[in-house]
């Protein structure tokens, strides 16, 4: 494969659920983002990575919890979300801090 | 605070030319980019801008004006297949990546 992978596509959780996201990267970038991108609005970034250390958090509630065991990986967990965490969920990767190349995202939907 | 500032929709006619403003007020400014995302579909990287000027890619071109904040991406011979939206995207002072709305453009026959 090549680019930036996510899975799964699509995912239904209740506000109990415990599920995880899942991106990999093909590029040998250095640099992993998650984003929340919620229609109409600017895509709100959630947290960064680079060479498998946290850089960014920005704020984001503790029921999202990020895990990137190598610089090709990286995981968004998620716990007993909100219905307003309904949102496309999308990984990108870049060399340092350049261009970035997403995955096709994860619509996610709590209820 | 940091801001960037696009329309939220235009439309145009297939076949013509249409401009897409961005503004900025950022701490600091390493680059511009510009990206397209279609409905349901991640965004795609179309320029990049450091410099003031324009930038020619193909029907695509990019302009910077760092002085005034301000910035366009220009589409010609627009096709049905343009109808996106356009992300206009700063790299603050501390290398952080700070998005706009995005301007939903909608080409019409």
């Known amino acids: 494969e090549t680019g930036v992978t996510q899975t799964p596509r699509h995912l239904v959780m209740g506000m109990t659920n415990k599920k995880s996201l899942k991106c990999e990267q093909h590029?040998?970038?250095?640099?992993m983002y998650w984003y929340k991108q919620s229609a109409k609005k600017p895509l709100e970034l959630m947290f960064v990575?680079?060479?498998?250390?946290?850089?960014e958090n920005n704020s984001v509630p503790s029921r999202f919890s990020p895990e990137c065991p190598n610089s090709s990986h990286l995981f968004l967990h998620l716990h007993t979300l909100q219905p307003e965490d309904s949102a496309l969920y999308l990984c990108?990767?870049?060399?340092?801090?350049?261009?970035?190349?997403f995955g096709p995202g994860t619509r996610l939907t709590v209820t | 605070g940091q801001n960037i500032d696009q329309p939220t929709e235009m439309t145009a006619t297939e076949g013509a030319i249409v401009q897409i403003n961005c503004t900025y007020q950022?701490?600091?400014?390493?680059?511009l980019f510009w990206y397209q995302q279609h409905a349901g579909e991640a965004p795609t990287f179309l320029s990049y801008?450091?410099l003031d000027g324009l930038e020619e890619k193909g029907r695509f071109s990019s302009f910077l004006s760092r002085s005034k904040g301000y910035s366009y991406l220009l589409l010609k011979e627009l096709q049905m297949k343009d109808s996106a939206s356009y992300l206009c995207?700063?790299?603050?002072?501390?290398?952080?990546?700070?998005w706009g709305a995005g301007t939903k453009l909608i080409i019409k026959p």
């Open positions: 995207a700063v790299i603050d002072s501390n290398y952080q990546l700070i």
């Open positions: 801008n450091v």
């Open positions: 590029l040998g970038h250095n640099a």
């Open positions: 990108a990767s870049s060399q340092d801090h350049y261009e970035q190349y």
């Open positions: 950022t701490s600091g400014f390493n680059g």
């Open positions: 990575y680079n060479f498998k250390e946290q850089t």
